[in-house]
């Protein structure tokens, strides 16, 4: 028996894929052929699913620690002792403190729209305090949010195909956005020209149809020198510009001393 399931891997694009399902047991993973996106991929941790699900070294009980952190000692205890004992600590720190004295942290894991957002709304009914999940690209979300605002999540991976150039700069996509590829594939094929900018050659960088590498610290000097180069032919934006950007009259003023001759000798 076949069934179209979502992945549960850590991964924002949340792949769709067909298991197959023999005497209750998932004993085969391959991607939806049928998926728009992801068109059938399945990536080699996914399609080692099955054998996560059966390893005989997976956790499969609730295990208490009972020795100091890093010792690895712990002790089997049954699931209701598990949770018995979780939510009598929750309750006596609600009872004396309140809920702010409970900190909700969690990241990774299941990241699906659905799945991924299962513990918020437990934490947010008991009043707990709030914190961003991803210590690690909170900054990298609120510059993207303050250059691009809060929708803007980025070109529609579709949309690739009708373009004429595609510039992918700092961005090695075919180690770390496989899903992007065949698209970019596809807009080949009807004459879109890829550019790949980065500070070393990388796979990405051997795919593109030109490859320009920089010294690491000088992609400003490229960005201004795009910039300068734009108001020069004069192909630039400005009803884009005013609608949608701040300070874009400071930067390309910065940008008419930025030649193509001075940005290449940085």
Known sequence: MQKAV???QD???ACRLIAEVKDGRVVRITGDPGHPVTRGFACAK???YP???TDPRRPLYPMRRTGKKGEGKFVRVSWDEALDEIAARLKATLDQYGGEAILRYNYG???GFV???APVGFFRAIGASELDETICSATGEAAWAAIYGPQK???DPEDLPRARTVVLWGANVLSTNTHLVPFLNEGRKKGTVIFAVDVYENRTARFADRFFQLRPGTDAALALALANELLALGAVDWGYLAAYTEGAEAYLEAARAWTP???ASR
């Open 261 to 263: 001759e001075r940005a």
């Open 11 to 13: 991964c924002p694009d």
């Open 153 to 155: 999540l980025g070109v």
């Open 109 to 111: 894991g299941t990241m």
């Open 6 to 8: 979502s992945c549960p």
């Open 115 to 117: 799945e991924g957002r």
């Open 51 to 53: 054998e996560r699900l």
């Open 46 to 48: 996914t399609r080692r």
